[in-house]
Nanobody, 122 residues
Framework: VQLQAFGGGLVQAGGSLRLSCEATGITDRYTTAWFRQTPGKEREFVAALRGSGGFVYYSDFAMGRFTISGEDAKNTVHLQMNSLKPEDTAVYFC?????????????????WGQGTLVTVSS
């Protein structure tokens, strides 16, 4: 299983970005999540999607601003981020749980993509 994350970049506060994560090498159902990490801090959960259109789970800071969605045919999950704040600046990682849990526990995610940097300027 390989995950390819893309879509990061530089945006002004209040702006939007859409991250995408494409999974290859898997055909069974799975859960995809986004995590983020800033230097000196632990990686934190952002959002998860079970399947491509099933249950979702958001962290408190993502609720109402971020939307996670899936494209089943493309094995791709998106994270639409609106009303971005400087504190959203981080490297964002996508991860996959082949056991199909809906979880924020990063230990449940067995496959990880490379990070994509999101920078929000004030």
């Amino acid at each position: 299983v390989q995950l390819q994350a893309f879509g990061g970049g530089l945006v002004q506060a209040g702006g939007s970005l859409r991250l995408s994560c494409e999974a290859t090498g898997i055909t069974d159902r799975y859960t995809t999540a986004w995590f983020r990490q800033t230097p000196g801090k632990e990686r934190e959960f952002v959002a998860a999607l079970r399947g491509s259109g099933g249950f979702v789970y958001y962290s408190d800071f993502a609720m109402g601003r971020f939307t996670i969605s899936g494209e089943d045919a493309k094995n791709t999950v998106h994270l639409q981020m609106n009303s971005l704040k400087p504190e959203d600046t981080a490297v964002y990682f996508c991860a996959l749980d082949p056991a199909y849990h809906l979880t924020r526990n990063e230990r449940d995610y067995k496959h990880w993509g490379q990070g994509t940097l999101v920078t929000v300027s004030s």
